[in-house]
């Protein structure tokens, strides 16, 4: 049997298949007894393999092609012609390493920081990491549906069981906002799936399509996708959502689930509704940019951490879906596929670095219980480590260049300048906002005198989380310095998507 | 009449027989052996669905001189039903017996009902659709008020009854305008009239046509027909409630496609409207009422009612595809309904039913099993996939997309949106919140295997959904 033919089922069914073990398992009360080691040894094992799967899936992955590679292809409900079909490209194997790299991180950091069914919540993030790597390598659009509403059932849970006080109207808003904007996004599905009889996404991309649908599935799409990234105006479940989410669940929704929508933007609106996402390219734009400028002055007044860096990824996210949607105003020529790289590369690189400035202040929050700013001064002074690693994580939000926030940022802003002056100009502030609102709250949090007790009687970071926090940060420098690895990986298929964006569906 | 004749209706005649003999022996079993008449009763049903496998039609036959029907579609629906109440037999058991309610004449009413839906399902006229009818709901009716020193569930029975009565005299008095009017009962001497004199096609049949309507939509529950729905759910024991909420079901839905499909199928025009006002508005309604619902029953008994809007909206279409949509939908919406009303059996025990919301607080420390159950099924009912209950919703937008109604298929979405809310509020009550109620759920093992059972089913049917549509499908092609 040639295991690169399963590999992506594999990779999906190993950790949900983890997770059903976890929940046979079970805990006891005692995080010392041997159930519980067991348990917790199992999630970690199963992630960390799965991470190991998915290194195989880089190693076997061809970066010359942008045809879909390690397809699967077998029929699911041959009555409306539903298949069970995976394959990836160069936009999905990227996001798909991010979910394999950072979940066992997520695992590791809530080792025993959670004390109430752990066993639960370690399979809730099992489950949730199979269904997102599902997402992420559905071809086909049904399979895509389930995957995507599925994956939102264990994060409902865990921002409901383990969150923080408000954790109920958070999780309720994120429940319902996710499903509003998904279930037009069905709609749409079905009817592609009358027009071509088949829910084959590569059938969809081939239909012809008049100005009219074309204009309602893109805003089917735009709505699903929107609320996932999240776009300015419909962005304001992100923040409740994050501050009440535990730890790992502000880790996961940040660094991936957030990616989903990006995701979507590339592997369904552009190609299958060129026109209309042409047609709405200003309005995207526009949306971006507000994202980017006024969510970065919301951002710069937080007086909460995790809020904070809530708003500074609905920033950050502006930028992928302003360098997604550049597109029509580059026009042809060179650099017509910079903006969707520069968004690509934005994408992971903001998973890796809101990854971490989340875990930082899951770190301060284990030890406080208090995300709020005031309440913290002189940090640096009682835990250099944690200091050190914070300030890195801040400059590469800020996006200095070195750091992976830089290569992204700067991709988009030199699209953005072959469109239009203005874009730039309004894209390049975030330099500054971004700039601003993170190394503010850095000064404030980590420097100056010790602000009272709490913080002198602060232990630095224990080998776990150390280890946590090193991997992260060499993974945002290695990607800073020598983006190329991951820039390959995507070219040919973004020059391919480009081509296929320019002809028409009229 | 021949041999053939009574080889169709077999399953009703050995049904019949065996229910006479259940009575009778009951009324040598005392309370302590009472147990004895369930397992009789079991044994009924099973020796019913072999006779219905036994003779299971191949292609369509009328017999009895035309009045009786047996097809594929009525041997998925009389199969179906039969596990439901048998279902519904073994959840109730427990309960009962810690009640203080444990009878005979529960089972001999449940296997009664039984009867009437089966003879409904293969009816091919107008007055043996009526008899069915009436078989089942005054089996209903009693069974509601089966607990006698209870006063919701008398209240509960009466309303029943009344509004039943009046329903049902709007029917006979439609059923007696068609008669005028095409001269015969029976469903396909109805359609052959239609066609061969195009000109009765007119406001008389219409007239009657709309009272049909309306005895139809009182049977489904549908808006502006559905008073008696939340009071009955509410009013009744939990058991009954869980078999008001799952068979009849089907039987309401042969009731309808055999009236509107079989016989008025040539008026699709017309009855197509008036179906889909009531559909919207029980779309509407119940998503919308079930918010501000406290009691758990009366909330699902809401929900009853936006579904069987999903139900009648895929009827609306009047396609093959709807009609396969709308036995897709029913034949996996009462496993969920089921289900989640055997969990709250589950939850009850003696003197105390687990009726309210708050019931259900802390259910996942008490019981992490049962809570996932809870949760598929809750899911399952808000149509979120990998759950049955997803490709129930996406059969049904299919079918009115194909249709041309892209209006209503937003619409439908839009409402399992606001449906979405309180299925997810009982998830967050069993596991969101801490409960005062530690008791431990006494089951016997065979109740806590079989509602497993159920509650991986909407899973397991979500995640294999393709031979049920398939047949689904086939059988919607065997419908005219």
């Known amino acids: 049997m040639d295991f690169s033919l399963y590999i992506l089922s594999i990779l999906i069914w190993m950790p949900i298949v983890g997770g059903i073990l976890l929940l046979v398992i079970g805990d006891d009360d005692d995080v010392q007894s041997s159930r519980s080691m067991l348990m917790r040894a199992v999630a970690l094992g199963t992630t960390v393999l799965t991470f190991l799967v998915s290194i195989a899936l880089y190693k076997w992955f061809d970066n010359s092609t942008a045809a879909m590679q390690f397809v699967e292809r077998s029929s699911w409900i041959p009555a409306i012609d539903v298949w069970y079909y995976l394959g990836v490209d160069g936009i999905s194997t990227p996001l798909i390493l991010l979910t394999t790299f950072v979940t066992p991180l997520v695992i590791i950091a809530g080792w025993d920081s959670i004390k109430v069914r752990p066993a639960q919540y370690f399979a809730a993030f099992l489950i949730l990491e199979g269904l997102m790597i599902g997402v992420f390598s559905a071809l086909d659009g049904i399979l895509f549906y389930v995957f995507w509403e599925a994956m939102l059932v264990p994060m409902f849970l865990i921002i409901g069981v383990w969150g923080g006080e408000r954790r109920i109207y958070a999780t309720l808003k994120f429940f319902l906002y996710t499903f509003l904007g998904s279930v037009l996004m069905l709609v749409a599905f079905i009817y592609l799936y009358g027009q071509t009889g088949s829910f084959d996404l590569f059938k969809f991309m081939n239909a012809p399509l008049d100005m009219t649908a074309q204009k309602l599935i893109f805003i089917a799409f735009l709505l699903a996708f929107a609320v996932k990234v999240p776009m300015f105006p419909v962005h304001t479940w992100l923040p409740d959502a994050h501050v009440e989410a535990p730890t790992g669940g502000s880790v996961i929704l940040a660094a991936i689930m957030l990616k989903m929508g990006g995701y979507g933007f590339l592997r369904l609106s552009l190609p299958i509704v060129p026109d209309g996402s042409a047609y709405f390219s200003g309005l995207v734009i526009t949306l971006s940019l507000i994202a980017v400028v006024y969510i970065g002055f919301v951002a710069l007044m937080q007086k909460d951490m995790k809020k904070l860096i809530a708003y500074s990824s609905i920033a950050h996210m502006g930028f992928v879906t302003l360098g997604f949607f550049l597109l029509w105003s580059v026009g042809s020529g060179t650099g017509a596929g910079l903006g969707i790289t520069g968004g690509m590369v934005q994408m992971v690189s903001h998973g890796l670095i809101s990854g971490a400035m989340f875990l930082c202040v899951g770190v301060l929050y284990d030890r406080m219980h208090s995300r709020q700013i005031a309440d913290y001064g002189g940090v640096a002074n009682t835990m250099p480590k944690f200091a050190g690693f914070m300030v890195l994580f801040a400059m590469a939000n800020a996006g200095l260049p070195g750091t992976s926030g830089f290569v992204g940022e700067f991709m988009v802003i030199i699209a953005s300048f072959k469109a239009n002056f203005w874009f730039a100009f309004l894209a390049a502030t975030t330099l500054v906002l971004g700039a601003a609102y993170t190394l503010w709250m850095v000064k404030r949090v980590l420097y100056g005198e010790v602000a009272n007790n709490n913080v002198a009687a602060l232990k630095d970071l224990n080998q776990r989380e150390f280890f946590v926090l090193t991997i992260l940060a060499i993974s945002v420098l290695a990607v800073g310095l020598w983006p190329a690895p991951l820039v390959d990986m995507m070219n040919v298929t973004i020059e391919s998507l480009v081509q296929q964006i320019g002809h028409s569906k009229l | ?480």
């Open chain 2, 1 to 480: 009449m021949n041999l053939a004749d009574y080889i169709s209706a077999a399953p009703e005649m050995t049904l019949l027989g065996l229910i006479c003999v259940v009575l009778i022996a009951d009324l040598f079993v005392d309370d302590e052996h009472r147990v004895l008449t369930f397992w009789m009763s079991i044994a009924t049903l099973g020796i019913t669905i072999w006779t219905l496998l036994a003779t299971a039609p191949v292609e369509r036959v009328i017999v009895f001189d035309g009045s009786y029907v047996s097809d594929p579609l009525s041997q998925i629906l009389k199969v179906t039903a039969v596990g439901f109440v048998a279902l519904a037999f073994l959840y109730a058991r427990d309960y009962l017996r810690t009640n203080d309610l444990h009878k005979g004449e529960f089972y001999v009413l449940g296997l009664f009902g039984l009867l009437g839906m089966m003879i409904m399902i293969s009816a091919n006229s107008l007055l043996t659709m009526y008899l069915g009818l009436e078989t089942l709901a005054l089996s209903l009716y009693t069974l509601v008020a089966f607990d006698r020193n209870n006063a919701t569930s008398a209240e509960a029975a009466m309303k029943y009854f009344v509004l039943g009565a009046i329903a049902s005299g709007a029917l006979l008095y439609g059923i007696s305008w068609i008669y005028g009017v095409t001269g015969t009962l029976k469903f396909d001497e109805i359609a052959a009239a239609i066609v061969a004199d195009p000109s009765l096609n007119s406001l008389p049949l219409w007239f009657g046509l709309a009272f049909l309507i309306v005895g139809i939509s009182f049977k489904f529950g549908a808006v502006p027909f559905h008073m008696w729905l939340p009071d009955v759910y509410q009013g009744a024991r939990t058991p009954v409630t869980l078999y008001i909420a799952s068979a009849p079901k089907l039987a309401a839905l042969a009731f309808t496609l055999r009236i509107l499909v079989d016989g008025l199928g040539g008026l699709h025009d017309v009855w197509a409207d008036m179906i889909m006002v009531v559909a919207v508005l029980s779309l509407l309604v119940g998503n919308v009422i079930a918010i501000a619902q406290t009691n758990i029953k009366r909330m699902l008994g809401y929900s009853t009612i936006a579904h069987v809007g999903f139900i009648l909206l895929a009827i609306f279409c009047g396609t093959d595809k709807g009609y396969a949509a709308a036995l897709f939908y029913t034949l996996t919406y009462i496993v969920a309904a089921a289900g989640s009303f055997g969990i709250i059996i589950l939850l009850s025990r003696r003197g105390f039913d687990a009726e309210n919301l708050s019931d259900f607080k802390g259910l996942n420390a008490r019981s992490p099993w049962f809570a996932l159950m809870m949760m598929f099924l809750m899911f399952s009912l808000a149509g979120v996939p990998p759950f049955i209950g997803f490709f129930g919703k996406l059969n049904v937008i299919d079918a009115v997309l194909s249709s041309g109604y892209p209006g209503l298929a937003i619409l439908m979405v839009l409402a399992s949106v606001v449906g979405a809310f309180y299925y997810l509020r009982v998830i967050w009550y069993m596991y969101f919140e801490q409960g005062e109620d530690q008791a431990v759920l006494q089951a016997s093992t065979d109740t806590r295997l079989v509602l497993s059972l159920n509650g991986v089913a909407v899973l397991a049917l979500g995640i294999v959904p393709g031979w049920l549509w398939a047949l689904c499908t086939q059988i919607a092609l065997s419908i005219r």
